[in-house]
């Protein structure tokens, strides 16, 4: 586990939906912000940037993990960046 990280955040950073699942089903908040971040626009930072790292193609576990725990899809992280914003920024 990290010392910076809550640990759904670490699960998300390190695209762990198992784990990330087992966090949600056991009452952390699926929409948590920490470092300015909500956990579905950090979800879909990972993804797009790794993605875009790799080269290969975009993977959403954690994405859809979050959603199917009921995060919302239109709350912007503290810097007003919703799940959509940074989805178009990564589709670009």
Do not use: N
Request: hydrophobic share 40%; proline share 4%.
């Amino acid at each position: 586990m990290s010392d910076y990280w809550t640990p759904a955040h670490q699960a998300v950073e390190q695209e762990d939906a198992e784990t990330l699942a087992r966090l949600l089903a056991t009452g952390s908040e699926p929409d948590e912000v920490f470092s300015k971040m909500t956990l579905l626009t950090h979800a879909i930072d990972v993804e797009g940037d790794g993605s875009l790292q790799s080269g290969q193609a975009l993977t959403v576990h954690t994405t859809a993990v979050l959603l199917a725990f009921g995060a919302d899809p239109e709350l912007a992280d503290p810097h007003g960046r919703t799940l959509m914003d940074m989805a178009d920024h990564y589709s670009r």
